[in-house]
């Protein structure tokens, strides 16, 4: 195998992985994970697990809540890549359960009752923890 014909095989096998773009990190945009030390990545990537393309997520005002579990904010993006604003949400990292508030509409129209449970569960969580 001549030496062109072994860079054309390592580059071709290569192109998936270098042609992938970019990764963009989850970020913290106000420095609030300092206050939860390791935990916040725990949080980040727990709430990520839920959210369509994770990566673009913008967080902030992470804080313990009262009950343990991590209270925050999240900024997601729509389908048009714009970011939509900061939505609250709550991690129970110990029982490896996250979930963004729901809002109104979200409540009123649920995908299923096994969703419309998850919904309740969030709200229970969030009121037991972050809500003032």
Known sequence: MTTLSRYLAVAMLASP???????????????????????????????????KVPETARYGRLRTGRAGAICGEVDTTNRMGQHVGPRSFVAD????????????????????????????????????????
């Not at 390791?38 to 980040?44: K, Q, R, T």
């Open 17 to 51: 992985i270098l042609g992938a773009g970019p990764v963009r990190a989850q970020t913290v945009v106000d420095g609030s994970d300092t206050t939860l030390g390791p935990e916040a990545h725990s949080v980040i990537a727990l709430v990520g697990k839920g959210l």
């Open 93 to 132: 990292v110990g029982a490896g359960f996250a979930g963004i508030v729901p809002d109104g509409a979200e409540l009123r129209n649920p995908a299923s009752m096994g969703h419309y449970g998850v919904m309740q569960r969030i709200l229970a969580l969030f009121a037991a923890n972050c809500a003032a």
